[in-house]
């Protein structure tokens, strides 16, 4: 029988390319921009993204991750400046939040942009978990960008839980005494829960030292992280395209897509700038844990929970506070394990959709519900007569 040959064939050897004198002498002795190149290779990562295939069909809808992305920028850039200035002690916290406003050079508007800011990324983040949810963008391989996302918005929520408070205005006040309360409700290690948040029995210094560090360093250090990779993710599966799939081939980032994102993000920033500027964030009364007669009003975004409580029969309250908010959150953190249809075209995942729409609809309702009826700012409480009242007095009398 004939032997084949199997030793290696010898390698080619390839004539070095002529390199010129300009290169040699670059390459050995780089100005500052290509030895920083050289050594970040910085550029060939702004490239490579910029260079990233969009799959076609792909369009406005997908800008809407940028735009939070640029408005956490902004979150962090104007909580660092305010952080200059604010104090967070019952004695100085309401007074410096004064002073940024009415004496820093700039500092109600910048005031103004974290405030619309916060909101204004919590509308966009909404708005990015729909577009992924009805792309089913959380299926396979994206899972895990999806669990991610889903952290982050939790981490959202506890920011802007957090830095409600730090204005120590009667609003921030009532609005964490109420807040914080619910976690009581958690079964078995509930007022062991409240203690631990609030420092102690009631909301007080403790509160805000706790709120005003988890605000400014644990919750900010998560964010970053998990934002990273989240970010790393999208990159590494990529963007997935429109559920009927588009004719046509994948085009780069640039410039088609990078145009569309800046559209979006000018008009984002654009209407927080706006707001901060046309209608700056007051301030109310100094907190005064005495009075009972306040109106506890949460952030626009807690008042869906908030009214889902008010209507909870007596007796019932944990429902709203711990089990419908606990399973919509475990159930948002396995969606692409609970939802194991291969296609992700939502005419074929319609038992999936059918229990998003109804979980977006109690959310929304009861969002419109609160909003309708929340009372003025400066109003005192006309909520003795409401569902609410017992909270409140609760709330007053610990
Ligand atoms: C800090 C907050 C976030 C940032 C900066 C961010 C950023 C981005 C960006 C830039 C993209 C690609 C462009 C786009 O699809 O819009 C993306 C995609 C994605 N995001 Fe986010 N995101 C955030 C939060 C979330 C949340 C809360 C979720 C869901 C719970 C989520 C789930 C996803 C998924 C599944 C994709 C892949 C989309 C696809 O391939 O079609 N993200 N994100």
């Not at 100085?92 to 204004?120: C, D, M, P, W």
């Not at 400014?216 to 799939?245: D, E, Q, S």
């Not at 626009?300 to 399973?327: D, H, Q, S």
């Not at 005192?380 to 017992?390: F, I, K, M, R, T």
Request: hydrophobic share 45%.
């Amino acid at each position: 029988m004939e032997q084949k040959d199997l030793t290696p064939e010898s390698p080619v050897v390839r004539e070095p390319e002529p390199v010129t004198e300009e290169e040699r002498l670059r390459r050995a002795r780089p100005g500052l921009k290509d030895w920083l190149e050289l050594r970040l290779g910085w550029w060939g990562f702004v490239r490579k993204n910029l260079d990233e295939p969009m799959p076609p069909g792909v369009g406005w809808w997908q800008t809407l991750g940028n735009l939070v992305l640029t408005l956490l920028v902004f979150q962090f850039v104007t909580g660092i400046a305010l952080a200059m200035y604010y104090s967070p002690s019952p004695d100085t916290a309401y007074q410096s939040v004064k002073h940024i406003t009415e004496n820093v050079t700039l500092g109600s508007f910048v005031r103004g942009l974290h405030s619309y800011g916060s909101s204004a990324i919590m509308i966009a983040i909404v708005l990015h978990i729909l577009r992924t949810f009805f792309w089913g963008s959380y299926k396979r391989p994206r899972e895990l960008t999806w669990v991610v996302g889903s952290v982050i918005f939790m981490i959202m929520l506890g920011f802007s839980f957090t830095g409600y408070l730090l204005p120590w205005d009667q609003k921030a006040y009532w609005a964490t005494v109420v807040g914080t309360r619910i976690i009581a409700t958690v079964p078995l290690v509930g007022e062991s829960l409240l203690v631990l948040v609030r420092g102690g029995e009631e909301v007080g210094a403790l509160t805000l030292t706790r709120f005003y560090a988890i605000h400014i360093m644990l919750l900010p250090a998560g964010l970053i992280a998990l934002t990273g990779l989240h970010l790393y993710l999208v990159r590494r599966h990529h963007i997935a395209g429109p559920v009927t799939p588009v004719k046509g081939r994948p085009r780069p980032f640039y410039p088609s897509q990078l145009f569309k994102d800046a559209v979006v993000v000018l008009v984002g920033v654009g209407a927080v700038v706006f707001l901060a500027i046309a209608m700056p964030p007051g301030l109310e009364g100094v907190a005064d844990p005495t009075g009972t007669d306040f109106a506890p009003r949460p952030e626009w975004y807690f008042l869906g929970l908030y009214e889902l409580l008010k209507i909870m029969p007596p007796g019932y309250e944990v429902l709203a506070t711990f089990v419908i908010p606990g399973i919509i959150s475990v159930g948002m953190l396995i969606l692409p394990w609970l939802d194991r249809s291969r296609s992700r075209h939502p005419g074929k995942r319609q038992l999936i959709i059918d229990l998003a729409m109804a979980v977006i609809l109690l959310i929304g309702l009861c969002t419109l519900k609160g909003i309708l009826e929340t009372p003025p700012p400066h109003t005192p409480s006309e909520a003795s007569h409401s569902a609410a009242a017992p909270e409140t007095a609760t709330m007053a009398e610990r």
